[in-house]
């Protein structure tokens, strides 16, 4: 009986330090109107000054669980999607496209992010959206083939591996996402 106790304590306080091991948080600094310096884990307000974001703890996605390939393709052409709330199906898509490859990939909303507006009105002139950043290539809108052939000459791989979870370095967009078909929905009946 004492072993069993022993061993179900054991299995709790192992369970427990794993969940404190993925345990990750958001941080943000900012200063507000009267100069007070402010941490907190939600968003800064509109009007905040000299705001900043920090990624705390682990449990973020493991770069180095990737497949070698990826690795070396992600250091060498970091990729970067530009979204906006209201993209739409391009923007899905894009995002889809990323995640069915496995690649790591840093998502900025540039309709709702100043910081994100003005590095995309550098880059592109614009705020079209979607806009992909492979490295030091630039592309403009969705076009599957020719983000495969970018995506293929940075050297990514062209499919993830069985298992693999979809490395993102952003918050997920708000777009509902489209449910897969399963094969039995096209059956005949």
């Not at 306080?13 to 969940?19: E, H, K, Q, R």
């Not at 069915?100 to 840093?106: A, D, E, K, S, V």
């Not at 979607?130 to 809108?141: A, C, H, N, Q, V």
Request: glycine residues 8%; neutral net charge; proline residues 9%.
């Amino acid at each position: 009986m004492k072993t069993a106790t022993i061993a179900l304590t054991c299995l709790v306080a192992a369970l427990g330090f794993a969940t404190l091991a993925a345990a990750q948080t958001n941080v943000y600094r900012w200063v507000d109107k009267d100069g007070k310096v402010h941490f907190s884990d939600a968003p800064p307000p509109a009007d905040a000054k000299d705001a900043s974001q920090r990624r705390m703890g682990g449990g973020g996605a493991d770069d180095t669980q990737l497949p070698y390939a990826t690795q070396l393709a992600a250091r060498r052409n970091p990729v970067t999607l530009f979204t906006g709330t209201d993209c739409g199906d391009p923007c899905v898509k894009a995002r889809e496209l990323l995640t069915g490859r496995g690649i790591p990939f840093t998502e900025r909303d540039a309709q709702a992010n100043p910081e994100d507006q003005e590095a995309l009105k550098k880059l592109a002139g614009a705020l079209d959206v979607p806009y992909l950043l492979i490295g030091s290539t630039k592309m403009k809108g969705y076009e599957e083939g020719s983000w495969q052939v970018s995506l293929d000459s940075a050297g990514y791989p062209r499919t993830r591996l069985p298992g693999q979870a979809p490395l993102r370095h952003a918050a997920p967009s708000t777009a509902p996402a489209k449910p897969a078909e399963s094969p039995s929905d096209n059956a005949p009946r």
